[in-house]
């Protein structure tokens, strides 16, 4: 499983809170990526690093923030949630042997109310 | 920018049959095509990649799948399916050589349901 949780798995908030999700690797892979999945449109890309303090924007970047202050750590931040960032978010890591894979993390379900 | 269109959102099919799910990317340079797995309530499970060569690709759980360059085409197949391969699948194109910084672009996948 590329060895990447997500934390937490599952989080109900109200709008105009802060939401910060985690997602931590521990086989030293590059790469990491946040997507979101909604029904009918698949996974779409929000953010994404190649390096420590290295990032940029994805498809639907709009309303997120990230930072990566060390290998392992990737971390996803609503500044103040909407209802239409009510999805499942996956996080996602390149394998260090071949680039061109991304292995997935469980995900994690956000509900804003 | 590549673009990837799964032609069927659902698919039906009972148990033991044949099943072909559809995909049609776009993109003005070289690609490298990729089908990940979702079961339900679980993360994405890579099922096989074409990167380049043979354009017949074999992955796990006995589905393969064939790169059409003409007709921009990277369909999956299995020529049985079990109740176990009820899950959504999803197509992915990534610009080839790593010069995208090596990101994926999804289709809106197709739920396979299978029926016995």
């Known amino acids: 499983d590329a060895g990447i949780t997500q934390s937490p798995r599952h989080k109900v908030t109200e709008t105009g809170t802060p939401v910060t999700l985690r997602c931590h690797q521990t086989?030293?892979?590059?790469?990491m990526y946040w997507y979101r999945q909604d029904p009918g449109h698949g996974l779409r890309l929000i953010h994404y690093?190649?390096?420590?303090?290295?990032?940029d924007k994805g498809e639907v970047s709009d309303g997120y923030s990230v930072s990566r202050s060390k290998t392992e750590d990737f971390l996803l931040t609503l500044e103040s949630a909407t209802s239409s960032q009510t999805s499942v978010y996956f996080c996602?890591?390149?394998?260090?042997?071949?680039?061109?894979?991304?292995?997935f993390g469980p995900g994690t379900r956000l509900t804003v109310l | 920018a590549q673009s990837v269109t799964q032609l069927d959102s659902q698919v039906p099919v009972f148990e033991e049959a044949p099943v072909e799910l559809r995909c049609n990317y776009s993109?003005?340079?070289?690609?490298?095509l990729f089908w990940y797995v979702q079961y339900p309530n679980q993360g994405l499970q890579l099922l096989l990649k074409?990167?380049?060569?043979?354009?017949l690709v074999k992955g796990i759980n006995g589905f393969e799948a064939e790169f059409n360059k003409s007709q921009t085409s990277f369909h999956l197949r299995k020529p049985s399916v079990h109740i176990s391969d009820t899950a959504e699948y999803f197509c992915?194109?990534?610009?080839?050589?790593?010069?995208?910084?090596?990101?994926?672009?999804f289709g809106k996948g197709t739920l396979l349901t299978v029926n016995p």
């Open positions: 996602a890591v390149s394998s260090g042997q071949t680039y061109n894979e991304q292995f």
């Open positions: 086989e030293n892979h590059r790469y």
């Open positions: 690093s190649y390096g420590v303090k290295d990032t």
């Open positions: 993109s003005s340079v070289s690609v490298y």
């Open positions: 074409y990167l380049s060569g043979s354009t």
């Open positions: 992915a194109v990534m610009e080839g050589g790593g010069g995208s910084n090596y990101k994926l672009t």
